[in-house]
């Protein structure tokens, strides 16, 4: 028998945290270029990036090993067993004589798991899903053995990761998802996991300077160019850590009358009023209560004279 096949958890798990260990170190990288208040020259970036290439051509490899993983795991919600290559007079010795552990197996080549995919799952891949696979694949073999020729931005690997989550762990919210891979870090074991909403924040500017519009829009469903606003519960919860002008909510519906926002991080609605701000300088119009029942302004973070 073949024993400690891998239980249908296993992939999923596994695709979801190569993902938010890339997506960490490219938000490492970018977050180094805007610490410390230093206003870097374009040359100085551009040698800085070019020193990066290492490490997110590492990310890059993190992201195909997570989409090799997704796949495994549908394939193996099927029948692990599909996932073992080779004839089995290649199986390791003895195989039909002693029980021997899965991880013993050879499994097949990660290039053939498509078609394994589409002819034993239901629904098969998109021509777009496809497409995805084979880029970063062809990427990722561009750069081991050729060295590649265009620099790999922070921005390509992130678009990947979202890319690839959207994809394979469909129905799971981003941010939700990332907020239980940082609450559960290390970090989180040494002081707590207060740290966390401010670092969302942090990591949806990142994003929102890295991903195009069209990406932005497909990942999360929200137009980039439509008018954002601060988020009362991000805010009140992001602690000593200076967020005050990461804006992550949007009207919804967008109307001059809405009274309803929601944020891209803690997928929140909140009621809004609809009133001019108390700051004859400011023209915000969307004010809601802080957690301490005073109004405030989602535009200019000002408080309202009552
Ligand atoms: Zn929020
Ligand atoms: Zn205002």
């Known amino acids: ?21 890339a997506a960490s170190m490219c938000f490492e990288l970018v977050h180094q270029t805007e610490s410390w208040g230093y206003e870097h020259d374009e ?33 193996a919600s099927v029948s692990p067993y599909l996932l073992i290559s080779k004839e089995p007079r290649d199986w390791p010795r003895g195989s039909d004589k002693q029980d021997l552990p899965f991880s013993t197996f050879r499994t097949v080549d990660a290039g053939d798991l498509p078609k394994i995919h589409d002819t034993v799952c239901l629904p098969r891949l998109t021509e777009e899903q496809k497409a995805l696979f084979e880029e970063i694949r062809s990427h990722r073999n561009i750069i081991v053995h050729h060295g590649s020729s265009q620099p790999l931005t922070a921005g390509d690997v992130l678009r990947y990761i979202l890319r690839t989550f959207t994809w394979l762990h469909l129905g799971n919210n981003w941010f939700a998802k990332r907020d239980d891979y940082l609450s559960d870090d290390p970090l ?11 670092k969302l924040m942090f990591e949806f500017e990142a994003l929102f300077s890295e991903l195009s519009p069209q990406d932005f829009q497909s990942i999360f469903g929200a137009n980039k160019r439509q008018r954002w606003y601060l988020c009362p519960h991000c805010q009140s919860n992001s602690g000593d850590a200076d967020v005050s002008d990461i804006e992550t909510a949007q009207l919804v519906p967008n109307l001059p009358t809405s009274t309803n926002i929601h944020c891209i991080v803690c997928d929140q609605d909140h009621f809004v009023s609809r009133q001019d701000c108390s700051d004859i300088n400011c023209k915000g119009n969307v004010i809601a209560k802080s957690s301490y029942g005073d109004d405030f302004c989602l535009t200019c973070n000002g408080r309202q004279d009552s």
């Open 1 to 21: 028998m073949i024993i400690d096949l891998p239980t249908s958890a296993y992939y999923p798990e596994r695709s979801e945290n190569l993902l938010h260990l």
């Open 43 to 75: 040359e100085t970036l551009e040698a800085y990036w070019q020193r990066t290439q290492p490490t997110l051509s590492n990310a890059l490899t993190l992201v195909q090993q997570a989409q090799e993983m997704g796949l495994k795991g549908r394939i």
């Open 188 to 198: 989180a074991t040494l002081y707590s996991n207060d740290h966390v909403p401010s």
